[in-house]
């Protein structure tokens, strides 16, 4: 019985990353809702398809998106587009013009946005499990990953 159940969990195991990859393959399976959790701060992120075939992923939720005062929406402030310095910090469009590349089995071609540094670097996107999104943010080939996990599809 013990061989069955470890050969059950070797079988379980061994799929994981073939179905993770399964993800990879379809262009649309980036569409759905996300948890972030960056430095203690959590989001949710929500991931659209564009008329041009491209994803963008915008923040809709902030677990604390108030000042000090805990009446005023805590802003953008540090965005290098002045005019999109008022746009509330539940509103922020991370990333924008995200493609598919069917060949490297990931999403690429794209800037993403780091608010609290109002930094925009390259980002590339793949799934590392069903439910978990990576995110690698490059500049100069130094980077950043960052994990999404799926909330709802």
């Known amino acids: 019985m013990k061989k069955f159940i ?3 969990i070797c079988a379980v195991a061994c799929a994981m990353p ?3 990859q399964g993800l990879n393959d379809k262009a649309d399976n ?3 809702e996300y948890l972030t959790d960056r ?3 959590k989001s949710k992120v929500r991931i659209t398809k564009n008329a041009d075939g491209s994803y963008d992923a915008k923040v809709f939720w902030v677990e604390n998106p108030y000042e000090a005062d805990g009446k005023t929406k805590r802003k953008d402030v ?3 587009d002045k005019a999109l ?3 509330p910090v539940d509103q922020i469009t991370l990333v924008r013009g995200l493609k598919h590349n069917a060949a490297e089995k990931n ?3 794209a800037k993403i946005y780091d608010p609290t540094k109002g930094l925009k670097v390259n ?3 793949e799934f590392e499990t069903p439910d978990k999104l990576k995110l690698r943010g490059t500049i100069l080939g130094v980077g950043v990953t960052l994990y999404w996990t799926r909330i709802k599809e």
């Open 123 to 125: 980002a590339t996107a």
């Open 39 to 41: 430095g203690g701060s």
């Open 6 to 8: 470890i050969s059950i």
């Open 78 to 80: 540090k965005n290098p």
């Open 107 to 109: 999403w690429g071609g």
């Open 30 to 32: 980036i569409i759905g």
């Open 85 to 87: 310095r008022n746009v």
């Open 18 to 20: 073939s179905f993770a």
